[in-house]
């Protein structure tokens, strides 16, 4: 899947492939297109931007 900085507008980002998890089973990765910081819990199967926004 390959994304374009409109879909990461639109929240729709592109997950790198190392990603790191911490104790609590939390992961995190950056996005390939924008690089915004990306976290997914373990019971959920979409990545969500972390981080500073705006």
Do not use: I, Y
Not at 13 to 28: I, L, Y
Request: charged share 25%; proline share 2%; with cysteine.
């Amino acid at each position: 899947m390959s994304g374009t900085l409109s879909d990461c507008h639109a929240e729709r980002h592109v997950a790198s492939r190392k990603f790191t998890v911490d104790s609590s089973g939390v992961q995190n990765c950056r996005c390939k297109v924008c690089g915004c910081d990306l976290r997914r819990l373990p019971a959920m199967r979409r990545w969500f931007r972390s981080g500073m926004m705006g």
